[in-house]
Nanobody, 126 residues
């Protein structure tokens, strides 16, 4: 069973930066071949929305709301997924989750992920 553990959340002022981490319990590439990983977020009273996704080969996709400000990356040697958040805005506030899909196919921000972490809270003050 793959486990995902997020960390790095906290409180930050608008315009600041934060880096989230997601530690994966095993090396997905070595054990499963192709995979997708993603960051999602959920603000209070709103539905969960996709933020960014990265494929095992390294290609990335971003939601329009974070494009140019956030960067998703992975360190396969450390089994860790990252989300670098720059120029954050109050509307970036929410619980951030990492997710994984352990199979081939296109990676996108949709209902394809079947492994989820518990989340880390990000609060951006104006």
């Amino acid at each position: 069973q793959v486990r995902l553990v997020e960390s790095g959340g906290g409180s930050v002022s608008a315009g600041g930066s934060l880096r989230l981490s997601c530690e994966v319990s095993e090396n997905l590439g070595a054990n499963y071949g192709a995979y997708c990983m993603a960051w999602y977020r959920q603000a209070p009273g709103k539905e969960r929305e996709g933020v960014a996704t990265i494929a095992s080969v390294g290609s990335t996709t971003y939601a329009d709301t974070v494009k140019g400000r956030f960067t998703i990356s992975q360190d396969n040697a450390k089994n860790t997924l990252y989300l670098q958040m720059n120029r954050v805005k109050p509307e970036d506030t929410g619980m951030y989750y990492c997710a994984a899909k352990l199979s081939g196919g296109r990676c996108y921000l949709g209902p394809i992920y079947n492994y989820w972490g518990q989340g880390t809270q990000v609060t951006v003050s104006s």
